[in-house]
């Protein structure tokens, strides 16, 4: 059975860090492309982040270039998103999600195609 869990839940101040994990079960990781979202109340989920299989491209939505960091340890069939320099707009449900043999993440994370597979969500929250 294919599923995503995501972890690293948590409230920071503005300024602080956060690393979320995306750990995969039922398939290998390295095969797919793994795309990061988020969804606060209220508002539409967008694409925050994602990490291709082919040959490993990543991609960012302007609002986190500079602050947030994809990566993908393939040993621990997880992928991570660490997120520096958090400020109040970034507080949301963060979600990952995943197709798998997908040649290339962008779009599916910012552009009209779906992922296959979604993981549960794990809140991020950014006060002070």
């Known amino acids: 059975q294919v599923q995503l869990v995501e972890s690293g839940a948590g409230w920071v101040q503005p300024g602080g860090s956060l690393r979320l994990s995306c750990a995969a079960s039922?398939?290998?990781?390295?095969?797919?492309?793994i795309g990061w979202f988020r969804q606060a109340p209220g508002k539409e989920r967008e694409g925050v982040s994602c990490?291709?299989?082919?040959?490993?491209?990543?991609y960012y939505a302007d609002s986190v270039k500079g602050r947030f960091t994809i990566s993908r340890v393939n040993a621990k069939n997880t992928v991570y998103l660490q997120m520096n320099s958090l400020q109040p707009e970034d507080t949301a449900l963060y979600y990952c999600a995943a197709v798998l043999y997908s040649s290339n993440c962008y779009y599916y994370t910012f552009g009209p195609w779906e992922y296959d597979y979604w993981g549960q969500g794990t809140q991020v929250t950014v006060s002070s």
């Open positions: 990490i291709s299989s082919s040959d490993n491209s990543t």
């Open positions: 039922g398939f290998t990781l390295h095969d797919s492309s």
